[in-house]
């Protein structure tokens, strides 16, 4: 019914920069929150960034140096990471609410996409 395909994500140097990319495709009528958690080895998978109607919100660990955004027209939410950190390594995963019949949402989960940050 929706896929969600993740890009962008790579090894980078610490204070490095990446930009993901999560597209949505397929039966969605309107589009709620869109997000991006992630989860590192051994860790519980965790929020990062969230963006909707209502604003955005970031983990502490993140702001400052991670911007979310999103294209509506293109059903699409970005994360630029900024002044990575190798504890920004994880796999990072892209979370849409979509409503696919008015008014029943439900959520989808990207594939996951890694990100290593070497120090």
């Known amino acids: 019914q929706v896929q969600l395909v993740e890009s962008g994500g790579g090894l980078v140097q610490a204070g490095g920069s990446l930009r993901l990319s999560c597209a949505a495709s397929g039966r969605i009528f309107s589009i709620n929150a869109m997000g991006w958690y992630r989860q590192a080895p051994g860790k519980q998978r965790e929020l990062v960034a969230a963006?909707?109607?209502?604003?955005?919100n970031y983990a502490d660990s993140v702001e400052g140096r991670f911007t979310i955004s999103r294209d509506n027209a293109e059903n699409t939410v970005y994360l630029q990471m900024n002044s990575l950190k190798p504890e920004d390594t994880a796999v990072y995963y892209c979370?849409?609410?979509?409503?696919?019949?008015?008014?029943?949402?439900?959520?989808?989960w990207g594939q996951g996409t890694q990100v290593t940050v070497s120090s």
């Open positions: 979370k849409v609410e979509v409503v696919v019949t008015w008014p029943r949402s439900g959520d989808y």
């Open positions: 963006i909707s109607s209502g604003g955005t």
